[in-house]
């Protein structure tokens, strides 16, 4: 696609229950990056896939966050029961870069997922 | 511990004038630094990057500039246009395809 696409917009939900987002990236963009704001803070990384290398986890805050790229393209990032505290925006963003490559990383992102927990 | 930090949340500048949003940095393995421009329920888009071997890089109204040895960047906006209001983000990263850091943010607020 023409940009990196992110749904849903908005998602309300109750304590304790679990949620899915999804990120469409860029067509051809190899790398995808998963990042989350809350409220008055900045971007915090999540987690981070390159190609078909074993993602880049280290940002996850707790093993209630899942993700995967299915097919190298698409990527799905679960939270299971959800807190209050995971209330933010999601984002996601994707890169042509390959790790090889010199310059800068420059992540286009999507619109994100505001997601709220009740 | 915060890699990157933006220690002004807010600013306010009139317009046609310049604007400069400061941004220090600790990690002294960072290689390359970006600035993002972020409107209100849209992600943020990328606006100007720098190398941390240069000292300066510009792009029409925009110019970054980079002290390595006080770790410290600023981007200028010169002149300065109420479309330009936005939280901008400084981000930093390391070589290779490590994850951006970012910073909190600092609002511009540019009056007519």
């Known amino acids: 696609g023409a940009g990196v696409s992110q749904s849903p917009s908005n998602k309300v939900t109750e304590k304790g229950k679990d949620v899915e987002l999804r990120c469409d990236p860029i067509s051809g963009h190899t790398a995808l990056y998963w990042y989350r704001q809350s409220l008055g803070q900045g971007l915090e990384f999540l987690i981070y896939f390159q190609g078909n290398s074993a993602p880049d986890k280290s940002g996850l805050p707790s093993d209630r966050f899942s993700a995967e790229r299915t097919g190298g393209s698409v990527s799905t990032l679960t939270i299971q029961r959800t807190q209050q505290e995971d209330s933010a925006v999601y984002l996601c963003?994707?890169?042509?870069?390959?790790?090889?490559?010199?310059?800068?990383?420059?992540?286009?992102f999507g619109a994100g997922s505001r997601l709220t927990v009740l | 511990d915060q890699q990157v930090k933006q220690n002004s949340p807010s600013l306010s500048v009139q317009e046609g004038r310049i604007s400069i949003l400061n941004c220090d940095y600790t990690?002294?393995?960072?290689?390359?630094f970006l600035w993002y421009k972020k409107y209100p329920a849209e992600g943020p888009t990328f606006l100007i990057s720098i190398s941390s071997i240069k000292d300066k890089n510009e792009d029409g109204r925009f110019t970054v500039f980079l002290n390595k040895s006080a770790k410290h960047l600023s981007l200028h906006i010169v002149p300065s246009q109420p479309g330009d209001s936005a939280v901008y983000f400084c981000a930093a990263s390391e070589a290779g395809n490590t994850p951006l850091v970012f910073g909190k943010g600092t609002r511009l607020s540019v009056i007519a």
């Open positions: 963003a994707s890169s042509s870069r390959s790790g090889t490559k010199s310059g800068a990383n420059v992540l286009t």
């Open positions: 990690n002294s393995m960072f290689d390359y």
